[in-house]
């Protein structure tokens, strides 16, 4: 055992493009109690030999596993109290592993920490400042588009991005690990929507600041594949987090929300992949693995509810501000 307290994982898929920044960036940390693995999925663009060039600590999976997969793989592989899950394309600042370990170690119910998100070519613009989850299904990123000089408050959040987030190693022990049936899109969501369940706290750390270029792997904000693994991964995150009782009286709203989600991407051409990934998910439900009820947990439900209620609101408020905003700037 090294002693350190910290992992930094780094999934990684044709993405020597970024690697470079994002290691130079951790080695220009405050904080050094902390080790670097990165997990290597079956790349073909000359990653694999770059790390080795470097004597990068890797893990080489032989095919694409996915984000969930690659995680996985290092999470197995450590045995640090913390691993910090890092995407390829970010560059952090100086302080932010020293900011994450720091607002972690501040109670043992806390199960993740996730990062002030900025945008790598807009610094102006936030990326992410946390994740939530609505009524009607929907994943969606706190502060996204708006000003960078704002979200500078710490407070719970509903998920961790896990592409610039902090957890507790032993939680998942109790809880599980990523869901692989995931691929990709939406696993952070169903994992820290399990902690929740089992009582964890999520917390969003503006001193943990750390620039995204976004959908480094993937290519684009919106593409078919996406599409259509984040239209079937969020009918699984609601199927295997909600006790029956919950997702009848939440059938409406996400019944609604499917239906708005279908209109938004018919505009923007991707209908077809859309419809699929629903058909995709609604096939395979029953090969999920469900969250099993627990009395005990009564009450975490509830506050789960209230949360995805007052989520529901912040959308919307969310949403009317950044066109508000548009509208200003034409």
């Given amino acids: 055992m090294s002693g350190k307290q910290a992992t930094v994982i780094i999934p990684n898929y044709n993405g020597l ?56 793989a290092g999470i197995r592989a450590v045995s640090t109290p913390y691993v910090l899950l890092l995407n390829n394309d970010t560059e952090a600042a100086p302080e932010f592993v020293e900011e994450l370990l720091a607002s972690i170690r501040r109670s043992k119910r806390i199960f993740a920490v996730t990062a002030k998100m900025i945008q790598m070519y807009h610094r102006e613009l936030m990326d992410d400042a946390g994740d939530m989850f609505c009524l009607m299904g929907w994943a969606y990123q706190r502060g996204v588009g708006r000003s960078s000089r704002g979200y500078n408050r710490e407070r719970e959040v509903f998920s961790a991005c896990a592409g610039a987030a902090i957890y507790r190693r032993e939680a998942f022990d109790e809880i599980g690990l990523f869901d692989e049936k995931h691929f990709a899109y939406l696993e952070d969501m169903d994992v820290s929507y399990r902690a929740k369940i089992y009582g964890y706290h999520i917390r969003y750390c503006p001193g943990a600041v750390v620039y995204h270029v976004g959908s480094g792997t993937s290519g684009s904000k919106y593409n078919a594949f996406k599409v259509r693994l984040a239209a079937r991964n969020s009918l699984y995150v609601d199927y295997k987090n909600m006790p029956w009782p919950q997702l009848l009286a939440n059938a409406l709203p996400i019944a609604a929300g499917v239906a708005v989600k279908y209109g938004f991407f018919k505009k923007m051409g991707y209908e077809k992949e859309f419809l699929a990934g629903v058909k995709e998910g609604l096939s395979t439900l029953s090969s999920c693995r469900r969250v099993a009820y627990r009395r005990e947990h009564l009450g975490n439900y509830l506050s789960i509810q209230w949360e995805l209620t007052a989520g529901a609101f912040l959308y919307v408020y969310e949403f009317f501000r950044r066109q508000s905003g548009k509208i200003l700037k034409n």
């Fill in 17 to 72: 493009q970024f690697l470079g920044v994002c290691v130079d960036a951790l080695e220009r940390q405050t904080c050094r109690d902390f080790e670097i693995l990165v997990v290597d999925n079956g790349s073909t663009d000359g990653s694999v030999e770059w790390l080795k060039a470097q004597g990068i600590p890797a893990i080489f999976l032989d095919r694409n596993t996915g984000f969930s997969g690659a995680v996985n």
